[in-house]
C-alpha cells in the first residue's frame, strides 16, 4: 500500500509559533496518517460537523494546543486548516472555513 498524500489547502507547521517538539509530534501524527494508520483519542477525534471522514489532530505544545483540521481520502489526507485552540469549542469561523475549502478543493477534483 502507498502513502496517502498530504494536501494542504490552509496552514502549516513551522516554527515559530510552533515549538519543534510540537512541530515534531505534528509530523509523525501525520506520518501515520499517510501509513493508513487510525488514530483516536488523545491524538485525534471525529469532527462530523465539518464533514464525512473529518477530524482534528490535538498537539500539544508550550502554553497552547494546536489543532490541525484535516479529512482522510482514498488516496490523500487533506490539510484544511492550522491553529491554536484556546478554547473548548471550535469556533464557528474555523468550521465554516473548512467546509468553504472542501467544497472548492472537492470541486477541483476529477
Not at 27 to 54: A, K, Y
Not at 68 to 82: A, C, F, H, L, S
Request: hydrophobic share 35%; proline share 5%; aromatic share 6%.
Amino acid at each position: 500500500m502507498d502513502d496517502k498524500e498530504v494536501v494542504w489547502l490552509h496552514g502549516e507547521l513551522k516554527t515559530p509559533p510552533m515549538s519543534k517538539e510540537a512541530r515534531l509530534e505534528a509530523g509523525d501524527l501525520l506520518r501515520q496518517l499517510q501509513w493508513g494508520e487510525t488514530l483516536g483519542m488523545p491524538h485525534s477525534r471525529r469532527m462530523s460537523v465539518i464533514g464525512s471522514r473529518c477530524h482534528e489532530l490535538r498537539v500539544q505544545d508550550r502554553d497552547v494546543t494546536w489543532r490541525i483540521m484535516y479529512r482522510i481520502d482514498t488516496t490523500e489526507i487533506v490539510i484544511m486548516e492550522v491553529f491554536p485552540k484556546k478554547t473548548q469549542t471550535t469556533p464557528q469561523s474555523v468550521i465554516d472555513n473548512c467546509k468553504q475549502r472542501l467544497a472548492a478543493y472537492d470541486g477541483r477534483k476529477v
